[in-house]
């Protein structure tokens, strides 16, 4: 499968480009770029790829999908381009800027009878996917709440107006892990901490609280500017709990230069020292890491393209994503409990 990269800021360069390359079955087929130091950058990782200047040229050279990972305002009408040439398309989160957006993306894709996926990648890290076979696997019993944080000491890189703020940004990966978890999402309550940025005031921390239609409830929190950096999830059930420190394994190997493709099969585990740690009657537990593997999102899309299943983040699920964001925002604006349909 043959997969055109739209944008190469941060998140095109480290977290869509490596994977790609480091995924079974696909090939980086092209990178729409058009800034000289975006070019320069291009050039520099990925020498024998070809650059273009826009989506129009990409999709006429010919690709089998494309990943469009351009600012949250200028989605919408490239997924809606790739979608009307009949190519199939990941797009970054937030897909959209609301649910009744996404909805309309969704619809077109539908029609046209292609593929729409969400990067929702951070499915695919090391302690969310420990945490979920830990659920599967019931160790703390009956299942009464878990919490989600994930603060992180990057103040320059938050922003501002409204497009911008953490909540849109991590926070659509946070509630989406939370609803991957745990189900749909019956009620929203959150609370925002706001800042003046020169593109306009913006979320720089927040603290959600959902109740899924399970009964399960969930809390998620993040700041940005706070010079404060940590992961950590916790679980509480009636037979124990559980509780794990990260690191975020795959993001800081690729900060430090470390690409995926080097070594796919030892990528992406946490070392012993961050483990988390089961508690029940029995004693304590030190849970070994699974691996994080931002590269099989691409195997599971390319597979999903070739083959007619499901890919491994729908429309439809980013659709629930963007619905709690959008009541989230709600919430917060006018300070009440949101009670989605």
């Avoid at 929702?120 to 302690?127: E, K, M, P, V, Y």
């Avoid at 590269?295 to 999903?304: I, P, R, S, T």
């Amino acid at each position: 499968m043959r997969i055109g990269l739209v944008g190469y800021g941060t998140g095109g360069r480290h977290f869509h480009a490596p994977f790609i390359e480091a995924a079974k079955g696909v090939e980086l087929a092209g990178i729409v770029a058009r800034a000289p130091a975006t070019i320069e950058r291009v050039r520099a990782d990925f020498p024998d790829v070809p650059i273009y200047k826009s989506l129009t040229d990409l999709l006429a050279a010919g690709v089998d999908i494309v990943t469009i990972t351009t600012p949250p305002q200028t989605r919408r009408e490239l997924v809606l381009e790739a979608i009307a040439a009949g190519v199939a398309v990941i797009a970054d989160k937030p897909f959209a800027p609301d649910a009744k957006t996404g909805r309309e993306l969704a619809a077109a894709a539908k029609a046209k009878g292609v593929v729409l996926g969400v990067y929702h990648n951070r499915r695919f890290d090391a302690d969310i996917r420990t945490l979920r076979t830990l659920l599967e696997q019931q160790r703390v019993g009956q299942l009464w709440r878990l919490h989600n944080r994930m603060d992180m000491n990057e103040p320059h890189t938050l922003e501002g107006g409204e497009t911008g703020g953490l909540l849109r940004d991590l926070g659509s990966h946070l509630i989406d892990q939370n609803i991957w978890l745990l189900g749909p999402v019956k009620s929203v309550f959150a609370q925002l901490d706001r800042v003046e940025r020169p593109e306009g005031e913006t979320d720089a921390s927040f603290v959600i609280t959902l109740v899924h239609t399970s009964g399960v409830h969930s809390h998620i929190s993040s700041s940005k500017i706070n010079y404060l950096a940590g992961r950590e999830l916790r679980i509480y059930g009636d037979k124990g709990s559980y509780q794990a420190n990260s690191t975020d394994v795959q993001a800081q190997a690729l900060f430090a230069g470390k690409r995926p493709a080097e070594d796919a099969a030892g990528w992406g585990f946490e070392q012993p020292s961050h483990w988390g740690t089961l508690y029940t009657a029995e004693g304590e537990e030190k849970i070994p890491s699974e691996q994080g593997c931002y590269h099989a999102y691409y195997e599971a899309f390319a597979e999903a393209v070739k083959n007619g299943s499901e890919p491994p983040v729908t429309a439809e699920q980013g659709i629930l994503t963007l619905e709690v964001l959008d009541a989230a925002l709600l919430s917060a604006r006018e300070g009440r409990l949101v009670t989605l349909a």
